[in-house]
């Protein structure tokens, strides 16, 4: 009888060939690595790189020093900033639902097969959507100008005295009025898309019940579309507290009106870039962004508990 020597006993057996289900599983990750290396590269990176900048501070005696928290102390405790916050707060109480409202009843009309030209109405009213912020606020701007621009003519034209858009009591809704003709647009074309998805089932039930059509909107389709409802308006809520190409384009022309705080967006960026305090912008920068998380998961929250 043979036996074995200890040694060649106890030898590693060779690892078991890869399964499919391993191959598989690598192969996943290969299709996701593009994304999670563009994922990390634009997205994380700048907020751990922003997260590491406030935590410092420059002086000039001493150069740039760890300050731990002072940063976001001072922001929570800077006037310039809520009052900014504040003001991009009324924005989006009066502006959102004022945008939604309208690319709503759009939605509504073009779905209807009612409305002759339904074709040509979804485009026009979705153009202005393909119009770049920047060419779009100068354009407004320039007819919002009381010497040189629409207003101005209509001054001239039939001797009025308008008020002018971009005084300080009226540039905020000057501005809403850019973004509402910007955005309506592009909401309508959310909304109309949810619409065309509905069971056509519902309307002919709808139909036999001898339902109106307020009826069949109230209950078939404002509910069938809650869900691009509340996406839309998370969209809008964020785009407002990122307030920044208006305001910035208007400013040239409106100096007096639009000072360099006037959203959070344009603080931050005039602290970076014209006052040379990075460290501070980039606390300022991550402050409004948990507030802008905050609210825009609490919208979630109560749109989908409504819809539940």
């Known amino acids: ?5 200890p040694a060649a006993a106890a030898a590693p057996q ?3 060939p890869p399964t499919r289900r391993d191959r598989r599983s690598w192969a996943g990750w290969g299709f996701l690595a593009p994304f999670v290396i563009v994922f990390a ?4 990176a700048p907020i751990a790189y922003s997260l590491y900048l406030s935590l410092f501070r ?18 929570l405790q800077d006037e310039n900033f809520w ?3 504040g003001r991009v707060s009324l924005f989006l109480c009066v502006q959102v639902p004022v945008m939604l409202g309208i690319a709503l009843l759009v939605a509504l009309a073009l779905d209807s097969g009612r409305l002759y030209g339904k074709s040509f109405f979804r485009i026009s009213i979705f153009l202005p959507y393909a119009v770049p912020a920047v060419v779009a606020t100068l354009m ?3 007819m919002y100008g009381t010497r040189f621009g629409l207003v101005g003519d209509l001054d001239d034209a039939f001797g ?3 008020p002018d858009p971009l005084s300080p009591g009226l540039v905020l809704a000057s501005i809403g009025n850019i973004v509402t003709w910007e955005f309506v647009g592009y909401n309508m074309l959310i909304f109309y898309s949810a619409l065309r998805v509905v069971p056509q089932s519902l309307y002919e039930a709808a139909e036999i019940d001898g339902a109106g059509q307020i009826r069949v909107i109230t209950a078939i389709k404002l509910p069938a579309i809650r869900g691009a409802l509340v996406i839309a308006t998370i969209f809008s809520v964020i785009g407002s507290f990122q307030l920044f190409n208006e305001p910035s384009v208007l400013q040239k022309l ?7 705080d006037y959203t959070p967006n344009f603080y931050t960026y005039s602290l970076s870039f014209s006052g040379q305090q990075q460290n501070y912008s980039a606390t300022v920068a991550l402050v409004m962004g948990v507030i802008t998380m905050v609210i825009a998961y609490v919208v979630q929250l109560r749109g989908m508990r409504k819809g539940a």
Do not use: C, E, Q
């Open 1 to 5: 009888m043979t036996t074995l020597h």
């Open 14 to 16: 060779p690892a078991p």
């Open 41 to 44: 590269l634009v997205f994380l």
């Open 58 to 75: 420059d002086r000039l005696i001493g150069g740039t020093t760890f300050v731990g928290l002072d940063n976001y102390t001072a922001a």
């Open 83 to 85: 009052a900014s916050l």
């Open 140 to 142: 407004w701007g320039f």
């Open 160 to 162: 009025l005295s308008l």
């Open 254 to 260: 409106a100096p007096n009106a639009i000072t360099t």
